[in-house]
């Protein structure tokens, strides 16, 4: 059946701009505001975020304009040409496993917080498997689905990301945000070690989903604002979060975002806790991450078993993400593995893409502009 | 098309047959095997008699009730009677028939037995003439059929009260009259082996997209099938998925609705027999959207647009919503409408989810019931269930009143949207959501609602995704979407129909 | 057609995936308040609390239609007597047919018995902070007596004890006498950064109860060290700037008036000299009008206005500094929120004296405080005088 122009398989910038917030806000940005406010005072813990950020609106860049060079060719097949196959299979690899991980992580961190605030006595497993279905369903789906689900998920989490913030005011204590710039320099050191940067992971689907754009060359400029959208929202969030709480308190907080959401008060007293409201919606948010990480790694094993059927690679990786998502026994060692996992992805994003620069630059491998 | 042995084809084989299939020059053998080939039917009407100078004998059929008879007589047997100086020779004779003297506008010739009984089953008349092996089809199509009338199932308050009917004639005429345009064009299909239904495909030519024209007439083309009663099984016989509870191409009653359809570059196909008119492609947007918001100005019809999708949610979500706070998350609801929801199902002995389910089945008994009785009746049904079972249902202790309010207000909001085929979609979905919402609670609600995104978004309607123009979005196409634009703020054809002509209005400046 | 099994089986493992929590709305016991006291009869060494929960019994507040079955009270009260907090809900569990279920918990009131205690204040504070099922917006109160008998006052408009409490300590618009109410997630607050807090007190009295003045809290050791009046607490209001409105009763040459405010600033301007002495400025600035006048002179003139501003300011300055002193001499200790202040404005040198702010060398307590007042009357409400 012939389709139109703009269905196929094909994406847009545009999308590639709503992509890069809905793989970078997941559950992240419920617990960022402890780990911030527990090493700098006051609200200073915007200084690294701000920094991480543009960082991050950088690497973005940095990787959008590397991958528009090789318009229509998949990861693999220009990594390939720069440094041979067999290494370009094992950064593919490398890129799978860790999208895989980062699914089991997001769907195994999804079900603790849903355990703790919409349910009570029902197992994490029977939380999380509804969810890694769902998950399963979207994926199946065409990969041009995936962009439109994140095109019309991403409005109604911005919005419900602004309600919070908005509403929130009334209760901010501008008292809380003192005092200013007293944090000594280890503490954003350590900052940016735990958090800054790694708040901001998700660049990686640049190197896979450029493959599908059809005018690369504005890729980068929409990767670079598709950033900035979280940057900002981490930013206000953030403030608010101190100026609500103060500082002492939000670092003792678990999940500090959802209990602003505790805070707020919805004119009209339509629901008595909009933390749940805000939990529910944001499941979507987590949805997203979790389904374009889960892509990622169908997208570079479809790379390289070529001749394996898209469905055939989901039903193997399922499992494997249930029982990867559940093997951690509690939240210390789920959050282990997720700073672990965090600092791969950050430095196998920025080693491949010095490697491929320099090989690229010194073995002249052309680029088809 | 269909062969020449049509009615072996349709004929079941061991039946013996003892006519010709071919017309003869014998006048008397050619009646007989008409008469034979449909078992001489008692509304079949065969007319004989003489005329000219050298009496040639002739013969009119037709079967009576399909025929305009006042059109046959006045055209056909007067002016045979009258006629004068006709040639003597059959062939010429045949000739001038054809040519002079009958004034019937639609005449064409038939060569076979075939032609003549479809001919006549259509509603055509036959001439006969003794010595020929050839007759004349002349198009007398009547007979009794009803009158335009107000849409029942669309009705608007402002906005033309013309509503399609069961013949195709009155209904093309209907749109050429909204839409004058030489560009304007009908294909003419026929569907069902034995019915025989005349089909129209109707679109823009210069506007639509000539793919979309190649693709809805290439699935039409497949269809074989004994008989289309209704638009409803060329549906889904044509539509993408069948699985799918979301109606992937519309329906209307509206020449208005249809019309308008047109000019944005969209396919509209007609069938004889039914007022039900489709409109391909249809979009998740669409489905929320009358023509009547067009009608008014553009404040009201914004407001009314974002009334709907209150009313989609409601229709939705508001009895899983019910059970998820309910049975899940009492916390959510505020403190005093908490104790006074748990005072009021002290007495209920089942969970939310069957007082929600056994209400909600009630009221889709009503709706069915209230659907077969005649209006006034109907109406009675209505407010004895509505009013009479809710109240009796309350004090018997079966469900909370605050089960009544949801499913009223549920089943209120279903019927604002704006059309059935999507109410009902959303009423089945209603009953997934209730399933999720009493397993899960909020948790279940959203999995669910992200499957049904999911499922939107991998959905297609003759290629274009049934979410566009959310996604994949065009900003453009957001004027009529959610808001509606004021009329001269809307320049542009819907970009995702991919028009050949992409302007729809040549100035785009409204003069004051 | 792959899909569609999908969906399909997404869909029966939803079904089939079972109801842990499902809990139907009237089967909670819904919590609305909570009293903790000290048990009458101690045993061991360690202190034994008694909490009173307050249950709502949905029946006895009535459907709208049926107007309220006024036989039945509409709330019960239990009482549980252990250490933990948590087995005593799970005790209730076992005493009550429906649960107790505390998402919908207005109000905690603490009696001033337990609250003296060591530390006694704070332990029972953790489960109803920690817990899941609390919300950051409980109100914490402290009660003069038995804390579980506030839980039984009548009221005519609002049936429910805790509800009635929960609305009156709203009325802080009304009467300066009222501090903000206190929200658990603020006292989680004061009690990380060990700040010094005020939590409202009522005292019970014939099935009735009032607001009267508040508990001053200790932030280190999270225990009541004094109590404060109505009149002191218009004055920390006056003194921290958060008086939302109030009265002011003041003798002029006419006989009693009494000075409404409707809009009062503060500006406090701290610092600390090369010899450590801490000062701190705090200028106040009042609004508002004539709201009661017990004598028949006319009002209206510019030269009286100015003469009230001043009777005014004398009357605010005299109650402030009353307040500080008994905060520096009787009380010893820092409840305004200065340390606060302090960290906020200028962290350098809060840094050297945060441990020696009310204890140590006590900084605050030689601190010198000056209150300057500049009041205002604006009008003398609808008349000038109501009889000549």
Known sequence: MKRFKYADERISERDIMIAI???????????????????????????????????????????????????????LTYASKIVTKPVAIVLSLMFAILSIFVTAYQIRKISNISQQYLFDRTPIEVIALPFLLVVVYA???SRAGLFRINMMFMPIILSIALIIVVFSVGWLNAGNLMPVLQTPITGYTQVIANTGAISYLGFGILWFYLSLVDKPKKAPKAAALGMCIPVGLYMMIFIMCIGVFGNAVTSNLLYP????????????????????????????????????????????????????????????????????????????????????????????????????????????????? | MLGRSFYWQNKKKNTEENFSLEIGTNLTENLSNIRKMLEDPSDLVIREFTIGKANHRIAIVYIDGIVNNIYIHDHI?????????????????????????????????????????????????????????????????????????????????????????????????????????????????????RSKKELVVSYMDGIVNPDMVDEVKRRLETIDIDDAPESGYIEQWIEDSFLSPFPQILNTERPDKASEALLKGKVVILLDRTPFVLIAPATFGGLLQSPEDNYWRWSLGTLVRMLRYLAAFISVFLPALYIALVSYHPGLIPSDLAFSIAASRDEVPFPPVMEALIMTATMELLREAGLRLPTAIGQTIGIVGGLVIGEAAVSAGIVSPIMVIVVALNAIASFALPSYSIAITFRILQFGLMAAAAVFGLYGIILCYIMINIHIVNLMSFGVPYSTPFAPSFMNDWKDLVLRAPIAMMKRRPVYMQTNDKKLMNKGERKQ | MNKAYLFLLGCFCLLLAGCWDEVNIEERGFVIGVALDLAEEQSGDKPIITMTDQFVVPSGLGTPSEGGNNAETPYN?????????????????????????????????????????????????????????????????????????????????????????????????????????????????????????LIPRVVPSDGKMMFNGAGVFDGKTNQLVDVISGLEIVAVNLITGDLKGGYIEFESNDGEMVYEIKRAKSNIEMNIDETGKLNIDIEIDTEGYIAEVFSDNSLLSKEYFNELDKLISERMEKITSNIIKK?????????FGFRKMMEERHYKEWLKVKDNWDEGENIFQNASINVTVDATVRATGTVDQTRD
Do not use: C
């Not at chain 2, 006629?83 to 019937?104: G, N």
């Open chain 1, 21 to 75: 917030p809905s793989i970078v806000m997941g559950v992240g940005i419920l617990s960022m505001p402890k780990q911030l406010a527990s090493v700098t005072k006051g609200a200073d813990g915007w200084i690294p975020l701000l920094l991480g950020g543009l960082f991050a609106v950088f690497i973005s860049w940095a990787i959008a304009k590397f991958a528009s060079g090789f318009q229509g060719q998949t990861f």
């Open chain 3, 77 to 197: 009260n239990l009482s549980i007597s252990g250490q933990s907090l948590f087995k005593i809900t799970r005790e209730m569990a076992l005493i009550q047919g429906n649960p107790p279920f505390y998402e919908h918990l207005k109000l905690i009131v603490v009696s001033e018995e337990l609250a003296r205690e060591p530390e006694m204040f704070a332990n029972s504070m953790d489960l109803l902070i920690r817990d899941h099922e609390m919300r950051r917006e409980t109100k914490v109160i402290i009660s003069d007596q038995k804390a579980k008998e506030l839980l039984e006052i009548e009221s005519q408009i609002e049936p429910l004890p805790a509800m009635h409490i929960d609305r009156v300590n709203e009325n802080m618009d009304k009467s300066g006498a009222l501090i903000e109410p206190l929200r658990i997630g603020n006292l989680n607050e004061y009690m990380l950064e060990k700040n010094n807090y």
């Open chain 3, 327 to 335: 905060a520096q001499e009787d009380i010893g200790m820092d409840f």
């Open chain 1, 139 to 141: 994926v199946s789906g």
């Open chain 2, 77 to 193: 047997m007067e002016d045979l009677k009258n006629a004068s100086d006709l040639p003597v020779d059959k062939q010429e004779l045949f000739d001038a028939v054809d040519k002079e003297v009958i004034t019937v506008t639609g005449i064409e010739r038939g060569h076979s037995l075939d032609d003549v009984s479809n001919a006549i089953l259509s509603g055509n008349t036959v001439f006969y003439l003794d010595g020929v092996d050839q007759v004349l089809i002349m198009d007398t199509i009547g007979g009794e059929s009803r009158a335009i009338e107000e849409p029942q199932s669309e009705s608007l308050i402002r906005g033309s009260k013309e509503g399609f009917v069961e013949n195709i004639r009155t209904n093309t005429m209907m749109i050429r009259r909204y839409i004058a345009d030489p560009n304007l064009r009908f294909s003419t299909y026929k569907v069902g082996r």
């Open chain 1, 257 to 369: 975002t959802i209990e602003l959401a505790k805070v707020v008060e919805i004119p009209g007293g339509f629901f008595e806790r909009f933390e749940s409201v805000f939990f529910v919606i944001w499941i979507m948010a987590i949805f997203i991450t979790a389904t374009m990480a889960m892509d990622i790694g169908i997208f570079a094993l479809n790379a390289i078993f070529k001749n394996t059927e898209k469905l055939k690679i989901i039903f193997i990786l399922t499992p494997i993400i249930y029982f990867v998502g559940m093997f951690p026994r509690d939240v210390m060692e789920v959050d282990l593995i997720g700073s672990i996992m965090s600092w791969l992805m950050l430095i196998l994003n920025i080693t491949v893409l010095i490697l491929l620069t320099v090989v690229a630059k010194i073995r002249g491998v052309k680029r088809n502009e």
